[in-house]
């Protein structure tokens, strides 16, 4: 563990990390109140945090002056890349996927089908995870703008790609 803030004789201290010029003490000391604040969150200042009071005189017992807390930073999904893989002709099968570079947790994938045709897909023609959608047996009325929605609990962003039978 790495310590990054302590008051200690009645002086704040902020250790040289880069959460420095980002973090500090919630209350004056005196209320009793030691929470602490992380400002402008960081993917990296996810982890274990630890807080430990001891109090000058008083007997340490290591179960009770020790809190800990896990923190995860969520990240919304960069905007994906829709790709169309294979040859876009009559009677032949093409995939269209979706990927975004970043996200956590993980972004889920959602296809639809833009108005004047809307079309919801569900498996096994699309794969959520993999951000996958399998088209099958091209006809020209297939032929419209297919949007993909990566997302997670810290938001979303949509890419799409023109199909052309």
Same mark, same amino acid.
């Given at each position: ?22 973090? &500090?003490? =919630? ?6 109140n030691i ?5 402008a ?5 996810? &982890?274990?945090?630890?807080? %430990? ?8 017992? =290591? ?24 040859? +876009?002709?009559? &009677?032949?099968?093409? %995939? =269209? ?27 096994? +023609?699309?794969?959520? +995870? ?9 006809? =020209?009325?297939?032929?419209g703008?297919y ?6 609990? +810290? &938001? ?10």
């Amino acid at each position: 563990p790495v310590q990054i803030l302590s008051y200690l004789g009645g002086v704040v201290k902020v250790e040289e990390t880069d959460l420095k010029p980002r973090m &500090g003490f =919630l209350y004056p000391i005196h209320t009793h109140n030691i929470s602490v604040f992380i400002n402008a969150t960081r993917e990296q200042d996810s &982890g274990q945090y630890m807080c %430990t009071v001891n109090v000058v005189d008083d007997t340490i017992r =290591l179960d009770k002056n020790v809190g800990l807390i896990n923190l995860t930073v969520l990240v919304p999904p960069a905007a994906p890349t829709c790709q169309l893989h294979g040859n +876009a002709i009559v &009677g032949a099968n093409v %995939t =269209l996927s979706c990927s975004s570079k970043k996200g956590k947790p993980s972004p889920m994938y959602q296809w639809q089908r833009e108005p004047p045709t809307l079309q919801v897909f569900f498996p096994p +023609a699309q794969d959520r +995870a993999r951000g996958t959608l399998k088209l099958t047996n091209l006809s =020209l009325e297939m032929s419209g703008v297919y949007v993909c929605r990566a997302e997670n609990q +810290a &938001g979303s962003k949509n890419c799409s790609i023109v199909l052309e039978v």
